[in-house]
Nanobody
């Protein structure tokens, strides 16, 4: 099993920045990729960014391209989501995810989930 623990959410004004962290523990040697998804009220959970466990490749949704960046600290088994130029429409619960075989872009195919962290962007 793999456990994921997120931190770093909160309230920020539009145009501001936040950095989310996700620490992976357990059988991390089985992991191929990690992702961040988000879910706004009344909407489906959506892919935001992803990174291979090696850290060599990243993937970014068009809606956040140029504003959000994913990175990984291999020594700490930690993935970061740096969010800049935040907009009110970025308000959502952000979930860390991990997968064993490939980078996952659909929420219903994810292997492991964190508990989620709330990000609220005020206008």
């Amino acid at each position: 099993q793999v456990q994921l623990v997120e931190s770093g959410g909160g309230l920020v004004q539009a145009g501001g920045s936040l950095r989310l962290s996700c620490v992976a523990s357990g059988r991390t040697f089985r992991l191929y990729a990690m992702e961040w998804f988000r879910q706004a009220p009344g909407k489906e959970r959506e892919f935001v960014v992803g990174i291979r466990w090696s850290g060599l490749s990243t993937y970014t949704a068009d809606s956040v391209k140029g504003r959000f960046t994913i990175s990984k600290d291999n020594a700490k088994n930690t993935v970061y989501l740096q969010m800049n130029s935040l907009k009110p429409e970025d308000t959502a619960v952000y979930y860390c995810a991990a997968d064993s075989e490939r980078v996952i872009f659909r929420w219903d195919e994810v292997d492991y989930w964190g508990q989620g962290t709330q990000v609220t962007v005020s206008s």
